[in-house]
């Protein structure tokens, strides 16, 4: 018969990698009902495993642990497989001891095997047991070692059944339990606690309890997680675990660097701009920058003009060529239709839809190498070193995790801001997510770098976007800092083991992403560009117009255009078309490139205005209002209509006084090549204070001389 199991362990324990190694091409993604946390479930063989959202207990703190803990308790689950991770047993067991005081069968697979052997750490695994009282079983999730045993050890669990244990000793406890018939432990704790959710289920138990009850609810709550971690510590961490000793940990030689609180920033940034180099560099092994090939030596499609461009730039150009070779056999089809017809087909859907086709080998490539230093362990680090800057702006390190969540789509970034407890630090993050550049905006960094300086210096431009929105996060963050009131939310963070990035899990990542945009392109993009087709080509009259400008929104943006004259984009002949695709990236952010495009108006729009125009173009875009589903998101978690139109005006004002800015030094810059000097010693040295105030700061709080 087949079974249910649900998948159950801390954040970065490898229950996702297990997840995707048991259910592979089976697993479906969507949202639990009534909240937005992420559900994900598949098939194995004929048995349905659910990927429960990682948590560290099972206390109604934050979504995921309420989604989890409701799923374990009242869902039909036939056995909890709860998987462990073997190099840091004392916190993942916690949930386990939680897990055990529920009477669902609960299989523990203790992950991670592999890397205890390199590091010379034997876990017994049957005295483990023994001291849990239910299976337990050495898995390697990345590896793939056991997986086959362990479902049949789950199975053999939901037929067997059990009740539940705990291991608290209280007098207390154990007379609430004792009026309770299901997950008597579990509740019995969780009333005492004087949880809301349980309490609110036993409304006819409260004043039993609340008689029994010896001491206030907190007091209670504290001894009880002081009470497991004891056991943990000292019943099972002393009895089970063997370390071999002067064995070499990789990871910690690792960290010394990467970590180093001078030299990981830069590390950081560095590994960074190599992505960005694979990605986005027509001049991929700079043979053409160091002069090993000779201006107008070769010039080979799609490989490069007198240079080897970068395995993204390559995957572009062979898109490109594809959708071009589309274009053209879509105009021939069309070339007896009625105009309309014809540009409706060809300038716009098309148009629109094949621009964005276009920059999906870019997106792809970009996030292959996100996702492989995601999976190996690297980005919870970067998490790490950027809460040595965020002290001082009033955020965590807790909060850059959503925010680089952002990276890929605000919407998920956004959304991830509930796990921040802080209602300051949550509002700050929101107000900051847009500045990190979502992976729909990449296309029109590409378009424009590109063409600006021939394409000589994409991977740059496209980098420096991403760091001028950082920037422009940390500044403004101090800023809100200093207006917001509020607590600031301590940070602790589990780092995992570094590790091979895992085929499978990248795969995935990448499929998703492909599969999202091609979906997006082919209906949010194609409807809006059909809706800008008719704007763009027809005049008030309903008559068809040749030129953008005497169009339906050509007159309506060229009457907006000069509010944006001194971003450097408001003025000349192409300013209309600014702005309507600024205001297009309303709707989805890659609508920007996609407007130019479907006009044929891109090349000689960029070469209409100076490249300081672009630059402020790319500014405003990167910092304004986000699309319409992030903007929805944001109106839902902010919960404030107040704080969520002041986020708005806060959006607007700060792209706007920033492209402006940018708009201004770039101009200098291109009459004073010295400024630019100038600010990269500003930079380096405002880099050099932080890092030394760091320094101070920590040797004050350990206090160290």
């Known amino acids: 018969m087949a079974k249910v199991f649900a998948l159950a362990g801390n954040p970065n324990s490898g229950k996702t990698t297990l997840f995707n190694s048991l259910t592979g091409a089976t697993a479906k993604t969507g ?80 992950n991670m095997a592999d890397i205890l052997n390199k590091k010379g750490v034997e876990i017994d695994v049957d005295k483990l047991s023994m001291k849990l009282g239910v299976p337990v079983m050495a898995i390697s999730a990345l590896k793939k070692n056991g997986l086959d045993d362990l479902i049949a050890l789950a199975t053999k669990a939901a037929n067997d059944g059990r009740a539940g244990k705990t291991v608290l000793r209280s007098k207390e406890l154990a007379d609430v339990a004792a009026m309770l018939d299901k997950h008597k432990y579990f509740n019995a704790a969780k009333l005492i606690e004087n949880d809301e959710l349980i309490c609110s289920e036993y409304e006819s138990l409260k004043e039993s309890v609340n008689s029994i009850r010896a001491k206030d609810a907190t007091s209670y709550a504290e001894d009880f997680a002081n009470e497991r971690y004891s056991y943990i510590s000292n019943e099972i961490i002393k009895n089970v675990v063997v370390k071999a000793k002067d064995v070499s940990n990789r990871t910690e030689k690792v960290d ?54 970068s395995p993204g730039i ?66 919870s680090r970067i998490a790490y070193l950027m809460d040595k800057i965020f002290k001082g702006i009033g955020l965590s390190g ?56 021939d394409g000589a210096f994409a991977e740059l431009i496209v980098f420096g976007v991403y760091i001028f929105g950082i920037i422009v996060a940390i500044i403004t963050a101090a800023i809100l800092n200093k207006i917001i009131k509020g607590k600031q939310e301590p940070f602790i963070m589990e780092m995992p083991d570094y590790h091979m990035p895992q085929g499978k899990n990248i795969g995935i990542l990448i499929w998703d ?85 479907s006009l044929g108006l891109l090349e000689a729009a960029v070469a209409s205005v100076a490249p300081a125009a672009i630059f402020s173009y790319m500014a405003f875009n990167l910092l304004v209002v986000p699309c319409m589903a992030a903007v929805a ?35 200098l ?29 920590d040797r004050m709080m350990y206090g160290v001389n």
């Open 513 to 597: 992403k492909c599969k999202h945009y091609v979906v997006k392109a082919g209906t949010l993009i194609a409807a809006s560009t059909v809706v800008l087709w008719f704007l763009t080509s027809f005049a008030w009259n309903f008559s068809m117009v040749e030129d953008v400008n005497d169009s339906i929104i050509g007159s309506i943006s060229n009457f907006i255009a000069p509010i944006f004259w001194p971003l450097g984009w408001g003025g000349g002949e192409f300013k209309g078309v600014f702005v309507i695709g600024a205001f297009a990236g309303l709707i989805a952010k890659e609508e920007v490139p996609a407007i130019f495009e």
């Open 633 to 667: 998101t944001a109106r839902g978690e902010l919960n404030n209509k107040k704080h969520f139109w002041l986020t708005i005006l806060f959006w607007v004002a700060t792209a706007y006084i920033s492209a402006m800015l940018v708009y201004l030094i770039a101009s």
């Open 31 to 110: 949202n639990w009902p009534g909240v937005t946390v992420e559900k994900k479930t598949g098939k194995y063989r004929e048995d349905t495993i659910v990927d429960l959202p990682g948590i560290y207990s099972l206390s109604p703190y934050s979504p995921e642990e309420i989604v989890s803990r409701n799923f374990v308790l009242k869902e039909n689950v036939d056995c909890v497989i709860n998987i462990v991770d073997g190099t840091n047993l004392e916190r993942n067991l916690y949930l386990t001891l939680q897990l055990l005081e529920t009477d669902v069968p609960v299989v523990v697979a203790l």
């Open 398 to 453: 807790k909060a850059f995790i959503p925010l680089l969540s952002c990276f890929g789509c605000a919407v998920p970034g956004i959304m991830a801001t509930k796990t921040l407890k802080s209602d300051k630090e949550r509002r700050m993050t929101i107000m900051l997510t847009p500045f990190f550049s979502c992976g729909a905006k990449l296309p029109i960094w590409t378009a424009f770098a590109l063409l600006l300086f």
């Open 256 to 309: 010394k660097v990467l970590t180093h609180r001078i030299w990981g920033l830069p590390i950081f940034l560095l590994i960074m701009f190599s992505v960005f180099h694979l990605t986005f560099s027509e001049d991929f092994l700079f043979l053409s920058a160091l002069g090993i090939i000779p201006e107008g030596a070769f010039d080979i499609p799609i490989i490069g003009d007198s240079a080897i461009a």
């Open 669 to 697: 810059i291109s009459v004073a090549w010295w400024v630019s000097i100038i600010l990269v010693l500003g930079l380096i040295a405002a880099v050099v204070v932080c890092a030394v105030l760091s320094i101070r700061r």
């Open 314 to 379: 390559i995957l572009f150009n062979i898109m490109d060529w594809i959708v071009g070779l589309i274009g053209d056999g879509l105009a021939n089809l069309f070339a007896n239709a009625p105009e309309w017809c014809s540009s409706l087909i060809v300038d716009g859907v098309w148009g629109g839809v094949g621009a964005i086709l276009s920059f999906v080998p870019n997106i792809l490539v970009l996030f292959f190498f996100i996702a492989i230093l995601e999976d190996c362990g690297y980005m």
